[in-house]
């Protein structure tokens, strides 16, 4: 016998649940900013003694707020003991590489987009030079020969797991 689609002898087919409607609320680990906008004070000078709130809409929208370059000033004051004739000074800072200039958050900006998001090297500088920095390719490399060094340990660490 042929089984055709309204033929009270085939089985019912359950049908497939529907998924809500709608868009799903932002994740709640997203940091907040309330921006309220308030009517124009000048449309309801003559009733404003007589206006009540009755409700509000809102609307919640993702926004991406790029990451910005800053310069990092590290001072260090010198203070002098004019009894014990001695001079006193905080030691600098230690940074990623040795008298280099990038901080440790470009370094890794700059590893994530070569490793993680496929950004070469040479489009990376490009992208630092129309923020105002100019990192020539070649420093670039040698950044990121800096970063292979510091994560050296960890790489090797990860695969002594995989082959135990």
């Known amino acids: 016998m042929e089984s055709r689609p309204n033929h009270p002898e085939t089985k019912e087919r359950s049908k497939p649940q529907r998924k ?17 906008h308030r009517p ?5 000078t003559s009733i404003q003694a007589c206006v009540v709130k009755i409700g509000e809409t809102t609307t919640e929208v993702p926004e991406k707020i790029s990451a910005k370059l800053k310069a990092i000033h590290h001072v260090g004051p010198k203070y002098a003991c004019p009894l014990c004739e001695a001079v006193f000074q905080a030691p600098a800072p230690r940074l990623p590489i040795e008298k280099g200039r990038p901080g440790p958050g470009l370094l890794a900006n700059v590893a994530v987009s070569k490793y993680c998001h496929g950004i070469l090297l040479y489009r990376q500088s490009v992208i630092l030079e129309r923020e105002g920095i100019e990192i020539d390719r070649a420093t670039m490399g040698r950044v990121d020969g800096h970063v292979a060094w ?9 695969g002594e797991y995989v082959l135990g």
Not at 150 to 158: D, G, K, Q, S
């Open 150 to 158: 510091w994560v050296l340990p960890v790489a090797e660490r990860i």
């Open 40 to 44: 124009d004070a000048t449309a309801a």
């Open 20 to 36: 809500p409607c709608g868009r799903k609320p932002l994740p709640a680990h997203l940091p907040r900013e309330v921006v309220v």
